[in-house]
């Protein structure tokens, strides 16, 4: 039976025209291709969330490697700004173009197309689980932990997994994620009394508060970095008041600051040093704070050991390079994941992930599928 080409199916895959949280037809694709190689797929959909839970092999098996990943995408933008159609999957001096090629349908197609054929000609003692979700680009709270609920209630389990997000920032092979830093979002909101710039003593000006507390947070250095983490940071992404006078002093105002964090905190320990410092700043200036925080993960580090040294053996081999070992970057789903096993990222360079002209080149989808593919002849082995 011939090779499962892994450029043809993420070309199908870029056609499905999937913004989160729309399946676009993409899963449906691969759930069909699965079935017909012997997987077991269920649909796992919560809210308005459409995810893949496929498995080959026994249940429960004690020895069971995963892969994770998504099909959802971000929107495509200024369609006419694109040289070639954003849905289309038309190549171009080596590169396929379209919205998703890079983040991350093609690292999708690689662990689809290497699973699909290694079962086939070598079954493992073993079984092999993907977990595959349409909303990674989203609030993330009906995608990969939706799956990750279903496996637990089923008593589905990974020994170890490999996300196959873009992990590689200029060349193919030189970055492997080991961990994320935590991500958490604070609004504060000011509130005074309003009154005239001529009698600021009849007013209670929320904006020297706001700027003192904004000062605060950002100048304190949170940390110095750790051993896997470079050091914590705090920037501040917006301040509004909405005033349109220059003659009166507003009632109230707003800013928002995001924090990325390392292993040395948590975001409840984050979470009370901002409490205490709003609770300083409305008394020292007689106004009151109100802030409201999101989590979007915590920080996470999986040390390196036998998965790591199994990818980074593997990349090394494909490509000749030795991978780092890094947690720079964003969040990916990896941060609900290590909550059920260890887990790593290894993918294809994301140079042009979220931006218009998204492309990936094509020689590197198949090698990114050979990668994978000796993963799992090793893991197995």
Same mark, same amino acid.
Not at 31 to 45: I, K, Q, S
Not at 143 to 152: E, N, P, R, V, W
Not at 308 to 330: K, M
């Given at each position: 039976?011939?090779?499962?080409?892994?450029?043809?199916?993420?070309?199908?895959?870029?056609?499905?025209?999937?913004?989160?949280?729309?399946?676009?037809?993409?899963?449906?694709?691969?759930?069909?291709?699965?079935?017909?190689?012997?997987?077991?797929?269920?649909?796992?959909?919560?809210?308005?969330?459409?995810?893949?839970?496929?498995?080959?092999?026994?249940?429960?098996?004690?020895?069971?490697?995963?892969?994770?990943?998504?099909?959802?995408?971000?929107?495509?933008?200024?369609?006419?700004?694109?040289?070639?159609?954003?849905?289309?999957? $038309?190549?171009?001096?080596?590169?396929?173009?379209?919205?998703?090629?890079?983040?991350?349908?093609?690292?999708?197609?690689?662990?689809?197309?290497?699973?699909?054929?290694?079962?086939?000609?070598?079954?493992?003692?073993?079984?092999?689980?993907?977990?595959?979700?349409?909303?990674?680009?989203?609030?993330?709270?009906?995608?990969?932990?939706?799956?990750?609920?279903?496996?637990?209630?089923?008593?589905?389990?990974?020994?170890?997994?490999?996300?196959?997000?873009?992990?590689?920032?200029?060349?193919?092979?030189?970055?492997?994620?080991?961990?994320?830093?935590? #991500?958490?979002?604070?609004?504060?909101?000011?509130?005074?009394?309003?009154?005239?710039?001529?009698?600021?003593? *009849?007013?209670?000006?929320?904006?020297?508060?706001?700027?003192?507390?904004?000062?605060?947070?950002?100048?304190?250095?949170?940390?110095?970095?750790?051993?896997?983490?470079?050091?914590?940071?705090?920037?501040?992404?917006?301040?509004?008041?909405?005033?349109?006078?220059?003659?009166?002093?507003?009632?109230?105002?707003?800013?928002?600051?995001?924090? +990325?964090?390392?292993?040395?905190?948590?975001?409840?320990?984050?979470?009370?040093?901002?409490?205490? $410092?709003?609770?300083?700043?409305?008394?020292?200036?007689?106004? $009151?704070?109100?802030?409201?925080?999101?989590?979007?993960? $915590?920080?996470?580090?999986?040390?390196?050991?036998?998965?790591?040294?199994?990818?980074?053996?593997?990349?090394?081999?494909?490509?000749?390079?030795?991978?780092?070992? #890094?947690?720079?970057?964003?969040?990916?789903?990896?941060?609900?994941?290590?909550?059920?096993?260890?887990?790593?990222?290894?993918?294809?360079?994301?140079?042009?992930?979220?931006?218009?002209?998204? *492309?990936?080149?094509?020689?590197?989808?198949?090698?990114?599928?050979?990668?994978?593919?000796?993963?799992? +002849?090793?893991?197995?082995?």
């Amino acid at each position: 039976m011939p090779a499962t080409d892994a450029v043809a199916l993420t070309r199908a895959l870029i056609r499905c025209p999937s913004v989160t949280p729309d399946e676009g037809g993409a899963l449906a694709l691969l759930a069909r291709d699965l079935t017909d190689a012997g997987f077991e797929c269920v649909h796992v959909d919560r809210g308005k969330v459409s995810n893949l839970f496929a498995r080959w092999g026994a249940r429960g098996h004690g020895r069971t490697f995963g892969f994770n990943g998504h099909t959802d995408v971000v929107p495509p933008g200024d369609e006419a700004a694109w040289t070639l159609p954003p849905f289309g999957a $038309e190549e171009k001096d080596g590169f396929l173009y379209g919205r998703g090629a890079t983040d991350m349908k093609s690292g999708v197609a690689a662990f689809v197309a290497a699973a699909i054929d290694f079962v086939r000609d070598t079954p493992p003692d073993g079984a092999i689980i993907l977990t595959i979700t349409g909303d990674e680009e989203g609030e993330a709270t009906d995608g990969t932990t939706a799956l990750l609920d279903y496996m637990q209630a089923e008593g589905e389990a990974m020994s170890v997994c490999l996300v196959g997000e873009p992990t590689c920032p200029d060349h193919m092979g030189e970055m492997i994620k080991i961990g994320r830093r935590g #991500s958490m979002t604070a609004w504060f909101t000011v509130t005074g009394e309003q009154g005239h710039v001529a009698y600021p003593h *009849r007013a209670r000006n929320p904006l020297p508060a706001m700027v003192r507390l904004l000062d605060r947070l950002a100048s304190y250095q949170l940390d110095e970095g750790t051993a896997h983490f470079d050091p914590s940071t705090l920037a501040v992404v917006t301040i509004d008041t909405g005033n349109p006078a220059t003659n009166v002093i507003p009632a109230q105002c707003s800013a928002t600051v995001n924090i +990325r964090f390392n292993d040395s905190h948590t975001s409840a320990g984050l979470g009370d040093w901002l409490h205490a $410092e709003a609770d300083a700043v409305a008394e020292a200036f007689g106004v $009151e704070v109100d802030m409201q925080i999101k989590v979007s993960g $915590e920080s996470f580090v999986t040390p390196p050991g036998p998965l790591s040294d199994l990818v980074a053996a593997a990349v090394a081999a494909e490509t000749g390079l030795q991978p780092e070992l #890094s947690t720079s970057g964003g969040t990916s789903d990896a941060r609900f994941v290590k909550d059920h096993c260890p887990v790593v990222e290894f993918g294809l360079v994301g140079k042009t992930m979220h931006q218009i002209d998204e *492309r990936v080149e094509v020689a590197q989808i198949g090698q990114l599928k050979s990668i994978y593919s000796r993963i799992l +002849r090793d893991y197995f082995a």
